[in-house]
């Protein structure tokens, strides 16, 4: 309960796709609906239009995850209470784990992002968000099964990267396939980079359509 990435059991939190799914209907809706053409008008430098609209996101995203840890934060301290015992985690480390959450949030979130300016399309957003997570539960149970419980290489696809770089092996219980806190957060980082990257790419290279 303490942890903002607790899993559904595929590999990603709800919080975590409503991350992925709230950045990439941040950009594809602006396509759909024209706005992002209108945008281009009002702020013809293409690279100031698109880092105000990361940051927009990140704010967002940001603003977002702080409710989430007050409300898990809260509803752990009644729990606890309710049963007359003292929590067993560190506050410092709680505090600290709820800070990768939020951080891992809007990284998932600029992710997201990314797919929104490099599909332009809200199914496909959609689609590729949904079958990118069956794919990858499926690879990551495959990996897990050939190396023995040991980390893969579908251990460093992003979806799953939330639990490594919230938790890594030390928290939350034991997880056999974790690359890692430090290694989790950064990986999930270049993912975000590299999609976020591509979409501005697209956005600054090719015309604005006006409508989805």
Known sequence: MADLS???GMGVSLAALGAIVF???SASTEYRRGSMAFSSLAEPRRLTLIATKVAAVTIAAALTAVPLALCKGLALALG???QGISSLIDPVELVSLWGRGAIALILLALLGFGIGLITRSQVACF???FGGLLAESTARTLGALISGGQTSAASFLPFGLVADA???TSFGGLNLASIGMAAGLLTLAAWAIALLSGGV????RSDVPTSG
């Open 201 to 204: 790419v697209r956005f600054i």
């Open 23 to 25: 950045g990439a209907l």
């Open 6 to 8: 607790a899993g559904t």
């Open 127 to 129: 689609a590729i968000a």
């Open 166 to 168: 919230v938790r890594g």
């Open 80 to 82: 606890l209470t309710s």
